[in-house]
């Protein structure tokens, strides 16, 4: 028949051969005894369950909102945030959750990737802050050609404008009707003009952007070589 966990009982069992035979010199087994060996069983089995449910036993040890540290079954919901300990019935920790990051960490983790990302991109095309300040003034000297050329493309029209202008005034007050071509002349003129005048603010606008651009570039390579240790 089955034995009863060997080191707590011995050699406790059931059938012949059994304690009864120890005790009463006996294969049979009296009532009372039967009785008697099924409360011990029980009361055994108890126990067992007793020192296998403390050694499961899970503690948690945090901090109140008094900033006083407490160990207990179970943790408050709203300090959860705050962080934990688990420990086992002997103290020992088995495992820490670290408090739940703020609006302001979540946020300045994902800058730092920002950073980190954008300065792997730069440091495919530059190699230092040297090399972004020369493409810099490289593309800052085209806009700055482009933006000559257009102010001297509006002097000329112009000038041109002013001369058409002095003509139609010469035949009004000749008493006659300023000639269609003049009139044509003007008007190309004028649409000239508003082509030339755009395209220089735009061409001002590009330049702007352009110093915007590289200084954030130039602040962005600064801070991830102080980010990731590099060397460049």
């Known amino acids: 028949m089955k034995t009863i966990t060997p080191y707590l009982f011995g050699s406790l069992s059931f059938g012949t051969n059994t304690l009864g035979n120890n005790i009463l010199g006996t294969n049979v087994l009296s009532t009372e005894h039967r009785r008697l060996l099924g409360a011990a069983f029980l009361v055994m089995c108890s126990m067992l369950c007793s020192v296998y449910s403390a050694a499961e036993m899970t503690l948690y040890r945090y901090t109140d909102d008094q900033g006083i540290q407490v160990i207990d079954h179970a943790i408050p919901p709203e300090l959860?945030?705050?962080?934990?300990?688990?420990?086992?019935?002997?103290?020992?920790v088995v495992r820490v959750v670290a408090p739940a990051r703020t609006a302001e960490e979540i946020k300045a983790e994902?800058?730092?990737?920002?950073?980190?990302?954008?300065?792997?991109?730069?440091?495919?095309?530059?190699?230092?802050?040297?090399?972004?300040?020369?493409?810099?003034?490289?593309?800052?000297?085209?806009i700055d050609t482009a933006i000559a050329i257009l102010e001297s493309n509006i002097h000329s029209i112009s000038k041109r404008k002013d001369e058409l202008m002095s003509l139609a005034a010469n035949q009004e007050r000749a008493?006659?009707?300023?000639?269609q071509d003049i009139l044509?002349?003007?008007?190309?003129?004028?649409?000239?003009m508003e082509v030339a005048e755009s395209s220089l603010n735009a061409r001002r606008q590009e330049y702007q952007d352009v110093v915007e651009k590289f200084e954030a570039e130039v602040a962005i390579f600064e801070k991830g070589k102080a980010l990731l240790g590099s060397t460049n």
Do not use: H, M, P, Q
């Open 80 to 92: 959860v945030k705050n962080g934990y300990e688990v420990i086992d019935i002997n103290g020992r």
């Open 110 to 142: 994902a800058e730092r990737k920002r950073i980190a990302t954008d300065f792997e991109r730069l440091k495919k095309r530059y190699a230092s802050v040297a090399d972004l300040e020369s493409a810099k003034e490289r593309k800052l000297e085209s």
């Open 175 to 179: 008493g006659r009707k300023v000639s």
């Open 184 to 192: 044509n002349k003007l008007e190309t003129a004028k649409a000239e």
